[in-house]
């Protein structure tokens, strides 16, 4: 994260928030990977056997590995900002959420 906020820095952009999503994508592995088990059998005929069980398996340990905080994902939001010093961004992310 921090060498992705320095290369966005070095770059000329501004970083105006960064928000950690670890949990979020847990959250929705867990949905897809019902998903993938509500329609298993239409899965295995789109893509076969083998390929549904390589995606359970990474979809279930993704799930565990972002609960524990083993990986994680983070978003960075930067923008340019003009030779005036407008960056065109509201003033607070609650704006553009």
Request: glycine share 8%; net charge positive; charged share 20%.
């Amino acid at each position: 994260l921090a060498s992705t906020v320095r290369t966005a820095q070095q770059a000329g952009l501004e970083v105006r928030d960064v928000e950690c999503l670890r949990e979020h994508y847990a959250l929705t592995l867990r949905a897809w990977l019902a998903n993938l088990e509500a329609r298993w059998e239409e899965a295995v005929g789109l893509v076969g056997l083998a390929r549904a069980r390589i995606w359970r398996l990474y979809m279930s340990g993704s799930v565990v590995s972002f609960e524990t905080a083993e990986i994680g994902i983070n978003q960075v939001l930067a923008v340019k900002v003009d030779p005036s010093g407008a960056s065109g961004m509201p003033l607070t992310r609650r704006t553009y959420l």
